[in-house]
């Protein structure tokens, strides 16, 4: 097949480049321009990227299948124009042994996505009894969290470092101190008292990040990624960090660069996130740190809920927000028209980046790179309905919002896996 007429995203150039791809046997062969062949898709002047990375998806099975499964959430995935996800380990049961790793690998092939597992460190997420860490990495697992909760005790997280780095596989760490605070349903700011919960301080991440660069630094051992960073100081700890030439990346979520607190009197419990979404300081420093190199990718936390779960006062409600179908639309609205990143720098944060983090051989348009591409329309302006997104989990906070940008057409390994109906 060729795609014609495409503004390309190509590995190393700062410009788009008008031309053409050629794909066979779901690779990429070549690009340029005028290249002949017998199928053509015309991508009639829209822009062609690599597919997006997400690095830290929830995607509920086993366990959740009442808020997504892996078909329905991978539907969304490519919707949201992602090509590959990373699957959180908050599962019944979590991977953390060999069958449950091999089952729950299994029941992933239902997603029209491509799912990468993470392991989780803990028993169950449990924070108790380590899984069985070299026995998954047998089985291929290279990535390992507890996302959801922190790694609590300094044993503990020197022991993950420990284990998980004598294989050189990436220890993904969810930070927050949970002795700071009683119910911490959202930020720690201006709304404590309107929703009647205690909040989340911004201390509560960054103070268990200072632990953890501290405990990196004394007992070097796996990677250190810093999962969905919230808060300004988390942003120049990390920055410390990589200039002493620690191991360490991060990621920040859309929603968390395009939303600050005052969110919350619109939304309420639909913008109930863990981390909370703070204030415009911190909306600022992630965004200076996604200018800076300092965070090194964007993930969505993709989180589905039943609508039920949403419906409880603040401090019951459930945390997190579905975010694969507005990831690209709220980074062009924020970031690229905001004039904060081009185009092209927000499209490598959602495809080439998270690809050399996880060390895949994707997320670029390169001769024999397989042909997972993303088709983008930058310009076209839409408002969301929650109602309309493919995900089963209807739980965003941006009910008729204007967006602008959207995902067109996705392909995974040469085959076109969604296609937008307007
Ligand atoms: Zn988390």
């Excluded at 042994?97 to 803990?122: A, D, Q």
């Excluded at 026995?135 to 022991?159: K, N």
């Excluded at 632990?211 to 969905?228: Q, T």
Aim: proline content about 5%; charged content about 30%; some cysteine.
């Amino acid at each position: 097949m060729i795609i014609k007429n495409a503004h390309l995203l190509l590995p190393e150039k700062e410009e788009l480049f008008f031309g053409d791809v050629k794909i066979s046997d779901g690779l990429i062969v070549e690009w340029g321009t005028e290249l002949q062949g017998e199928e053509i898709f015309d991508a009639e002047g829209k822009v062609l990227a690599p597919g997006f990375i997400d690095l830290h998806v929830h995607m509920r099975e086993p366990g959740g299948e009442h808020k997504g499964t892996f078909e329905s959430e991978g539907m969304a995935a490519a919707a949201g124009g992602f090509t590959h996800v990373f699957a959180m380990p908050n599962t019944r049961p979590s991977p953390d042994t060999k069958e449950h790793y091999k089952m729950i690998k299994e029941l992933s092939k239902k997603s029209p996505v491509p799912v990468t597992l993470y392991g989780s460190v803990t028993c169950s997420i449990a924070g108790e009894t380590f899984s069985n860490i070299e026995g998954l990495h047998e089985e291929g697992c290279h990535f390992f969290t507890d996302d959801g909760a922190p790694i609590a005790t300094d044993e503990q997280m020197i022991e993950a470092l420990q284990r998980i780095g004598a294989f050189g596989g990436l220890l993904a760490v969810h930070e927050e101190e949970k002795s700071l605070f009683t119910i911490g349903a959202i930020h720690r700011g201006k709304y404590i008292e309107d929703f009647e919960v205690d909040g989340i301080p911004s201390e509560a991440e960054w103070g268990m990040i200072q632990r953890d660069i501290d405990l990196l630094e004394k007992h070097p051992g796996a990677r250190l990624h810093l999962c969905h960073l919230s808060t300004k100081e988390a942003v120049e700890m990390v920055q410390e960090a990589k200039a002493k030439g620690l191991r360490v990346s991060a990621e920040v979520c859309p929603h968390h660069f395009s939303m600050t607190e005052e969110v919350l009197l619109q939304a309420g419990t639909l913008a109930k996130v863990n981390p909370p979404i703070r204030e415009e300081e911190d909306r600022q420093a992630l965004i200076e740190g996604l200018k800076n190199g300092v965070i090194d990718v964007i993930v969505t936390d993709h989180a589905p809920h039943e609508e039920e779960s949403k419906q409880l006062p603040m401090a019951q409600a459930s945390y997190g927000l579905s975010g694969f179908e507005v990831a690209f639309a709220l980074g062009n609205t924020f970031l690229v028209d905001e004039e904060e990143l081009t185009l092209v720098e927000l499209l490598r944060l959602m495809s080439e980046k998270p690809a050399e983090l996880a060390e895949l051989k994707e997320g670029r348009i390169e001769k024999g790179y397989p042909a997972n591409l993303v088709l983008l329309d930058p310009e076209e302006e839409w408002t969301l309905r929650r109602r309309e997104l493919v995900s089963m989990g209807k739980n965003t906070p941006l009910e008729g919002v204007l967006l602008r940008g959207r995902v067109k057409a996705t392909m995974i390994k040469g085959r076109w896996v969604y296609e937008d109906a307007r």
